[in-house]
């Protein structure tokens, strides 16, 4: 289950943990999506401290794009050869 939530600044997306009946259940991601960055945070259950992982744009584009991608190391290009 996931829940989105507009706010003035971000977009807010909360992951909610349904898991298998007999598997531990994992504390909620949020993801807050800014305009520069994309954090995600979720609680450590050893410590019940929030961690939180900040993404750049850079860093959320190779991500959604590895996802699709086999083994390896990649550099992605611009169109046109430019970095």
Same mark, same amino acid.
């Given at each position: 289950m996931f829940t989105i939530e507009h706010d003035f600044d +971000? /977009?807010? $997306?909360?992951?909610? =943990?349904?898991?298998? =009946?007999?598997?531990?259940? @994992?504390?909620? $991601?949020?993801?807050?999506?800014?305009? =520069?960055?994309?954090?995600? /945070?979720? $609680?450590? +259950? @050893?410590?019940?401290?929030p961690v939180t992982v900040t993404l750049s744009m850079s860093q959320l584009r190779d991500l959604s794009m590895a996802l699709d991608l086999p083994e390896g190391a990649y550099q992605l290009r611009r169109e046109g050869g430019e970095g």
């Open positions: +971000a /977009t807010v $997306v909360t992951l909610v =943990d349904e898991g298998e =009946d007999q598997a531990p259940l @994992r504390e909620d $991601v949020v993801i807050n999506a800014f305009e =520069d960055c994309v954090t995600v /945070t979720q $609680v450590d +259950a @050893r410590t019940d401290m």
